[in-house]
């Protein structure tokens, strides 16, 4: 179905000046001459983050906000420099080199960025881990990727089998008490011995510095390993998609767990020099909103899970704070649904920019940039350098509107550079020759627009027609009742599958088989009678990873009475 909405270009942007121009003349070379390996061959890109800002005159400049309902702290560039400077004198007391893995298992506080960035900071590898996982995720990963060293508190060091871990060598604990044994370190004494100043690890661009784990649908989580060089790539983005400017005050509202959590709540803002809030604690739409008022936030960004709670909390919570200096929102990590769309435009007065891109893409590669046309439901364009294309099974390029495998055009910055002791996954991603191909399905209009249909696994053939889930679920958070939903296939002798939707509902609705057919009724009017879903169930909740992705393998499974496979990115 052609899709004829359009939202107009409000702010303009102000980085990327013409995006047909940019990327039919752009050449990533011309970034990489901004940084010091253009000069000595060697980089650090935490160096380049952080360090080279407070040579560059801007060591006083805020470079984090941080706020939780207990705890406020600013820290400028200068001091961020020299936290991690001390936290890497200590990684180099005991021992850890370059290569090694070193993990953080904590809540978002400052003492996370500094033990990250320190970590880069030696030539070490850092893996970042949701504070909510549990024993076993926690050594899935650990185990996996033989870390040497991790930095923890003791609460969660609970939740590590230590005893189990053979190459887990030192721990350094945040906000320790008393006397530590042999192998436990106090991360605020040891800091407060080391010096402040470092000469960094000087390293190959294609040297690791980042592990993330994300799990696939079957099967234990996998390391997707990222290089330094991957800095270009999220400095890039963090210019024209972000449209970061010197001036501005950006919160990406998630946890470094996930890998928008560092490429952009981490690297993007630090490497175009901008302060950057962080925001300790649980979700709540007050206190979001009151970051926002408080901090007077200029660039935004979050995941659609996030605004869809927030249109759910409504209207009214919205005109009690002053959110004006919001310039710039974005979006990442599952489709985006029109309806959010436009309830930002009509709520927020702002436009809400939906971008794609995966763990193992290192950064964005398709976006709605600022001077471009919104179509709501469309994750827009490729970013300049990047080539992305619907592919058949045998790596013939479909024509406009026809739904095949999203790939991308090998290589990029920060394309992943390999998976931790699995080369035989790693290979799956490049099987047809030439191309990164996404295991996401989607389709090009004749405009050049991206439309994310579903993770391949999860098309559903109904009756001959192959139906896209988001398509379906977008249609039903029109629906004033429901707040969330999430479909399937569900096998069907006749059809080969039906359409079966979870649902949770706004709160004031209650379940009833009247409701049930309302909604059924309001998809096969609102989009085709074959997308209806046949059945519909409610539930207080929807399963979703970490992340707020709704997660669509574990409906089934449970439908189907399946195993669910890998949980452990699953939320409490
Ligand atoms: C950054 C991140 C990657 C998967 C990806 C796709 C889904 C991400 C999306 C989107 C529709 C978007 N996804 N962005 N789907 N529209 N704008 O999310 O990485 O956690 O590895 O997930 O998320 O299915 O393949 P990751």
Request: hydrophobic content about 35%.
């Amino acid at each position: 179905m052609k899709n004829t909405e359009r939202i107009p270009v409000q702010t303009n942007g102000n980085n990327l000046q013409n995006y047909e121009e940019t990327y039919a003349s752009f050449d990533w070379k011309q970034v990489e001459q901004e940084f010091s390996w253009y000069k000595t061959g060697k980089v650090n890109a935490a160096y380049e983050a952080i360090d080279r800002h407070v040579e560059q005159g801007k060591g006083e400049k805020t470079a984090l906000i941080y706020s939780a309902p207990d705890r406020e702290e600013t820290y400028t560039f200068r001091q961020l420099k020299e936290k991690s400077n001390q936290f890497a004198h200590l990684l180099k007391r005991i021992g850890i080199h370059k290569g090694d893995r070193v993990f953080i298992f904590m809540p978002r506080t400052p003492d996370l960025y500094v033990s990250f960035l320190g970590t880069i900071k030696i030539g070490a590898i850092v893996g970042p881990l949701f504070e909510a996982f549990m024993e076993a995720a926690v050594r899935d990963r650990l185990e996996n990727s033989e870390a040497v060293a991790l930095v923890t508190t003791p609460t969660l060091l609970e939740r590590v089998p230590v005893d189990d871990l053979p190459h887990l060598k030192h721990i350094i604990l945040v906000g320790a008490k008393g006397e530590l044994t042999d192998g436990y370190y106090s991360f605020e004494k040891e800091l407060a011995k080391s010096p402040t100043e470092l000469e960094p690890v000087w390293v190959d661009r294609e040297d690791p510095m980042l592990i993330h784990y994300t799990s696939g649908s079957t099967g234990k989580p996998k390391g997707v390993v990222h290089a330094h060089n991957a800095m270009i790539q999220h400095y890039q983005t963090g210019k024209w998609v972000l449209d970061l400017q010197e001036g501005d005050i950006y919160w990406c509202t998630v946890d470094p767990g996930w890998v928008t959590g560092t490429s952009y709540g981490i690297f993007a803002p630090w490497l175009n020099g901008v302060t950057n809030v962080v925001r300790g604690g649980r979700f709540s739409p007050d206190d979001w909103y009151q970051t926002l008022e408080k901090y007077k936030v200029t660039v935004w960004y979050s995941a659609p899970t996030a605004f869809r709670m927030l249109m759910a909390a409504g209207e009214d919570l919205v005109k009690k704070y002053d959110i004006s200096s919001v310039r710039h929102v974005l979006s990442v990590g599952e489709p985006l649904n029109p309806e959010v769309v436009r309830w930002g435009l009509q709520v927020y007065g702002k436009r809400i920019h939906d971008n794609w891109w995966m763990t193992e893409t290192g950064g964005i590669l398709i976006s709605n940039y600022p001077q471009m046309e919104i179509k709501p439901g469309s994750m827009g364009k490729p970013f300049p350098g990047i080539y992305a294309a619907i592919l058949d099974d045998q790596g013939n390029e479909l024509p406009p509107y026809e739904m095949g495998n999203l790939a991308i055009k090998t290589p990029w910055p920060s394309i992943m550079r390999k998976i931790w002791k699995n080369p035989e996954k790693y290979q799956e991603y490049f099987r047809i020759p030439g191309w990164y191909v996404s295991g996401d399905s989607a389709y090009k209009d004749e405009d050049g627009y991206f439309w994310f249909q579903g993770r391949l696994d999860d098309v559903i053939n109904t009756s001959g027609e192959r139906v896209g889930p988001f398509e379906v679920e977008s249609k039903l958070v029109e629906h004033p009742a429901v707040a969330e939903a999430g479909v399937i296939g569900k096998p069907d002798p006749l059809r080969g599958e039906i359409i079966k939707a979870f649902i949770s509902l706004r709160a004031g609705y209650k379940p009833s088989e009247e409701l049930k057919e309302e909604i059924r009724q309001f998809v096969k009017t609102r989009l085709a009678a074959h997308a209806a879903p046949r059945e519909i169930e409610f539930k207080d909740k929807l399963p979703k990873t970490r992340s707020g992705k709704i997660m669509r393998r574990v409906l089934k499974a449970w439908e189907l009475d399946l195993p669910v496979g890998d949980l452990s990115t699953m939320e409490d």
